[in-house]
């Protein structure tokens, strides 16, 4: 559970300190290589990036009711009755696919609409 948290802690510090480094000279080459990587994955949207990590939650609770069926008894990432964790898995990651469909098909913001 630590490790989920420390991996939280680092994404979040990425995200805050990501504006001030990415004007430094030093970190230049860095993010030159990742550009292609976070145009990849979120397509510069916040949605986008939002869809991919509820995606990678429904991910992980499908893994962990899949480790409890076969016997691996470790402490619980996501405290979901156990007769409703083989679904809520799934279900998350779909949701998330529907999330990134649904952002892929709308172009333009409902502000420029009006």
């Not at 510069?44 to 899949?66: D, I, N, P």
């Amino acid at each position: 559970m630590l490790w989920l948290l420390a991996i939280a802690a680092i994404v979040v510090a990425y995200a805050l300190a990501r504006p001030t480094l990415r004007t430094r000279p030093l970190f230049k080459p860095i993010y030159d290589k990742l550009a292609p990587l976070e145009a990849a994955l979120w397509q510069k949207s916040r949605t986008m990036l939002f869809a991919r990590l509820y995606q990678l939650a429904g991910l992980l609770v499908t893994v962990e009711a899949a480790m409890q069926e076969s016997g691996i008894d470790w402490l619980p990432l996501i405290p979901i009755p156990d007769q409703y964790k083989i679904y809520v898995g799934p279900v998350l990651w779909l949701t998330g696919l529907l999330f990134a469909k649904l952002r892929s098909i709308t172009s333009e913001p409902l502000a420029l609409k009006e």
